[in-house]
Structures are given as C-alpha cells and as structure tokens.
C-alpha cells in the first residue's frame, strides 16, 4: 500500500544543532507540506512543494528549510534549532488541492530542543 | 490572529448522545472548509467536508453544518460511539489564499464515554 512516512518519529536535540525530520512518500503526489502542531494553534503551515525542484514558503517558515530534489522526498532541515522550535511536525502530500480533502498525513515526528 | 478559532479545548458525551463541535472563521472569502480527526501519534484523517455553495453535508453519522452569515460552522456525530474519541480539527481555505494551503484551527479533543 502507498503510504507516507516520517523519521524519526522522536528526536531529541541541543540548542544550535541541524536536525533533519525525513518525509517520504510512495503516492507519487506531486505536493508536499510540512507543518508543526502546537497547543494553542492548530495545525501550522512550514513549508510546501508543487514538485521536484519547487519550494515555498508557509506561515511560519523562519528558522526552517527544505529541499525537493526528487518526487518521494521532502526533507525538513533545522539550521540551528532553537528552543521555540520543540513542537510535533507532520508532513502530508496530495495530488489534487488540498480543499478536496485530499490531504494524507503522516504519523509525526515530535522534535524536543533542549 | 486566528483566522479559524475553534473556541471549545475539549467535548465529553455519552456514547449514544450527540456530539456537537463548533468551528469559526473571520475571513468571508474562505470558501471551502474540512474536517480532520486525529488520533494520539497518529497524523490528521480527513473526516467530511463542505464548499460555501451548501449549508450541509452528510456522510453516515457525520454532518457537517455551514452557515456563512455567521461565519460558523458545526460538526454533528449522532450517534456518538467510543472510536470517535479523538482530536477534531477544523479548516479552511480559499481562492484568494492559494487553494492548496488549508488554514487549521486549534482543535477540540472529543472524548465519548460508555
């Protein structure tokens, strides 16, 4: 079955360390999100992709970076992780708009900067 | 500010009763809104979802109710069972707002007791 898969699933840092949170998905969707989830606010958009090559920036996006170089892949890279950034990230991925309700989540990856 | 406020933290009914989760947005130019259900270290499902031309969606025990004039909308789960205990978030998106990018609310934690 396709799915979407985020790694690592928890992960513990230091202020000032690159982390990298993987998403890979086997949908073959075009688009690719990132977004953290924190008490309070919902569901936050990072960082998204139309596709290979592709990134833009969401609502939150400082402090954050991503690259697509191929279709399954979206990885989400820390620079220099910051206390602030302690949160549970989810990467998703459609084909279609995202209003169809064709958004697929994967499990999280809940990050702790200490 | 929270274009989409989900004002209710959290929701406790009886199994077999109603369960009522109540959704509002600020911008009168969202034109289509969803409903996503999360379960603990698992990502957001979508759940139902309705355009700004209807006032109402059904889909088996889910109903989801639009009314634009108040900027409201509702999620009905009659009858209420133990499965649906999880996290309910509402979202929202719009032609003027890229239509790939959903905004989220907070979410509301429904709990459905025996």
């Known amino acids: 079955d396709a799915e979407i898969t985020q790694s690592p699933r928890h992960k513990i840092t230091e202020t000032g360390r690159q982390v990298t949170l993987a998403c890979h998905q086997t949908?073959?969707?075009?688009?690719m999100f990132w977004y953290r989830q924190d008490l309070g606010h919902g569901l936050r958009l990072i960082h998204y992709?139309?596709?290979?090559?592709?990134?833009n920036k969401g609502e939150v996006s400082d402090g954050y970076s991503v690259s697509r170089s191929n279709t399954e892949d979206l990885p989400l890279t820390l620079e220099s992780a910051a206390s602030s950034q302690t949160s549970v990230y989810f990467c998703?991925?459609?084909?279609?708009?995202?209003?169809?309700?064709?958004?697929?989540f994967g499990e999280g990856s809940r990050l702790t900067v200490l | 500010d929270q274009q989409v406020k989900q004002n209710s933290p959290s929701l406790s009914v009886q199994e077999g009763r109603i369960s009522i989760l109540n959704c509002d947005y600020t911008?009168?130019?969202?034109?289509?809104f969803l409903w996503y259900k999360k379960y603990p270290a698992e990502g957001p499902t979508f759940l139902i979802s309705?355009?700004?031309?209807?006032d109402k969606n059904e889909d088996g025990r889910f109903t989801v109710f639009l009314n634009k004039s108040a900027k409201h909308l509702s999620l009905h789960i009659v009858p209420s069972q133990p499965g649906d205990s999880a996290v309910y978030f509402c979202?929202?998106?719009?032609?003027?707002?890229?239509?790939?990018?959903?905004?989220f609310g907070t979410g509301t934690r429904l709990q459905v007791f025996p």
């Open positions: 979202a929202a998106s719009g032609n003027f707002y890229n239509t790939d990018k959903l905004i």
């Open positions: 992709s139309y596709g290979v090559h592709d990134t």
């Open positions: 998703a991925s459609s084909e279609g708009q995202a209003n169809t309700g064709e958004l697929f």
């Open positions: 911008n009168s130019m969202f034109d289509y």
């Open positions: 309705i355009s700004s031309i209807k």
């Open positions: 949908w073959n969707h075009n688009n």
